[in-house]
C-alpha cells in the first residue's frame, strides 16, 4: 500500500490521484483510469466526473489528463512526499 493511500484509505479516488501524481502530462482512458483504481468502468466514471469538477483531471478529446495547476494535486503531493519522509528515515 502506498504511504497515501496507507493514512487516507484504500479507495478509488486515492487510488486515482496518487497514481496521477508526477503524470502531469499522459493522457489516459477512461479504460486505463478504471484499471488503475481497480474498478468497474461505471464506477470509473463516477470518480472520474467527481475530479473533473474538482479540477483535479482535464478532458482534452476523450482523455483525461491531471491537471498540473490543480491545488488538490499539489497539496496530496506534499502530504505524500511528508509521509515519505517519515516512513523511510
Same mark, same amino acid.
Given at each position: 500500500?502506498?504511504?497515501?493511500?496507507?493514512?487516507? !484509505?484504500?479507495?478509488?479516488?486515492?487510488?486515482?490521484?496518487?497514481?496521477?501524481?508526477? +503524470?502531469?502530462?499522459?493522457?489516459?482512458?477512461? &479504460?486505463? +483510469?478504471?484499471?488503475?483504481?481497480?474498478?468497474?468502468? !461505471?464506477?470509473?466514471?463516477?470518480?472520474?466526473?467527481?475530479?473533473?469538477?474538482? !479540477?483535479?483531471?482535464?478532458?482534452?478529446? !476523450?482523455?483525461? =489528463?491531471?491537471?498540473?495547476?490543480? &491545488?488538490?494535486?499539489?497539496?496530496? &503531493?506534499?502530504?505524500?512526499?511528508? +509521509?515519505?519522509? =517519515?516512513?523511510? +528515515?
Amino acid at each position: 500500500m502506498k504511504p497515501f493511500e496507507g493514512l487516507f !484509505g484504500n479507495t478509488a479516488e486515492t487510488r486515482l490521484i496518487q497514481f496521477l501524481l508526477g +503524470l502531469e502530462d499522459m493522457p489516459f482512458t477512461k &479504460e486505463e +483510469l478504471a484499471q488503475e483504481m481497480e474498478v468497474s468502468e !461505471g464506477k470509473a466514471e463516477m470518480v472520474i466526473k467527481t475530479m473533473l469538477r474538482f !479540477g483535479v483531471l482535464k478532458e482534452k478529446s !476523450g482523455y483525461y =489528463i491531471a491537471n498540473k495547476d490543480s &491545488e488538490i494535486l499539489k497539496a496530496v &503531493e506534499d502530504i505524500n512526499n511528508v +509521509l515519505i519522509s =517519515i516512513l523511510y +528515515l
